[in-house]
């Protein structure tokens, strides 16, 4: 496979549903569920940082059958960067690129909620063949006309955003507004996006789509010896983890019109 072939390249006006994945479970569900693309990360608790090279070493044996991203992010917390995270970041780029994924999904702000464009800058020439996305950082700038301006100059294929509020409906409106003044970026729809909304969000114009579609796991682990885990208010959701739901993405790639068989 070419680095950064786009294996569901279609009109722009066809849908796409991009999965959140943590693990290689979570991405085999998203395929079996009809998903487009895989957006491939560690660290949920955190929001998603890089992934280890091994998880990738494995992951990138289902690149025949689905387009995936893979989250590049250093650590939780905020999106200021110092130079050694930058170097870091261009390094896992390069990685990445080597083992044949199709594209990195990215972030990095200044102190005062602005693009650093220095340090994207790096991180796109790094990515040269592969897609781009600018990360739900864009939902934490001060001027996101200016930083949507900045992401276009640089290039950048898509920006994940849920419209900078906690969920997508609610900022809906200016995502509509940026997906208008911006076309050539790709706009992909985040934020408490499920089965129940989704049809509603492809009426509004949306045509991409991003989903975690995720389920409680509970752990078959004897909680008789989580002795050091005992203080927790609720041991069963300490002890339980979110996976992806073949279901869930069954129920939105076919509102979707994706499962077509």
């Not at 960067?81 to 170097?87: H, I, L």
């Not at 076309?183 to 509004?204: Q, V, Y």
Request: glycine residues 8%; proline residues 2%.
């Amino acid at each position: 496979m070419n680095v950064g072939q786009n294996l569901s390249k279609s009109d722009s006006n066809s849908p796409v549903l991009e999965i959140c994945c943590y693990s290689i479970s979570d991405v085999k569900n998203a395929i079996s569920g009809g998903a487009t693309r895989v957006e491939f990360c560690a660290g949920q608790a955190e929001g998603g940082t890089t992934p280890s090279y091994g998880a990738l070493l494995l992951v990138k044996d289902y690149l025949s059958q689905i387009d995936i991203t893979v989250m590049i992010r250093p650590r939780g917390g905020d999106f200021c960067y110092s130079d050694d995270e930058v170097a870091q970041m261009v390094a896992d780029i390069t990685m990445v690129k080597d083992l044949g994924f199709n594209g990195v999904v990215f972030g990095a702000l200044n102190t005062d909620a602005s693009v650093d464009e220095l340090a994207c800058q790096q991180l796109v020439k790094a990515a040269k063949g592969l897609s781009t996305t600018f990360h739900r950082a864009f939902d934490c700038v001060a001027e996101p006309k200016k930083a949507a301006t900045q992401i276009e100059a640089l290039n950048i294929t898509r920006v994940l955003s849920s419209g900078q509020k906690n969920n997508i409906e609610d900022g809906l409106i200016l995502l509509l507004d940026m997906q208008q003044c911006f076309p050539t970026i790709e706009w992909l729809a985040a934020g408490g996006l499920r089965e129940h909304n989704i049809l509603g969000l492809l009426n509004s114009g949306l045509r991409h789509f991003h989903s975690a579609a995720s389920t409680a796991l509970p752990s078959q682990f004897d909680k008789r010896y989580a002795l050091a885990m005992a203080a927790a208010k609720d041991l069963d959701k300490e002890l339980s983890r979110l996976q992806v739901s073949q279901q869930q993405v069954q129920q939105m790639a076919t509102i979707l019109g994706l499962n077509t068989q």
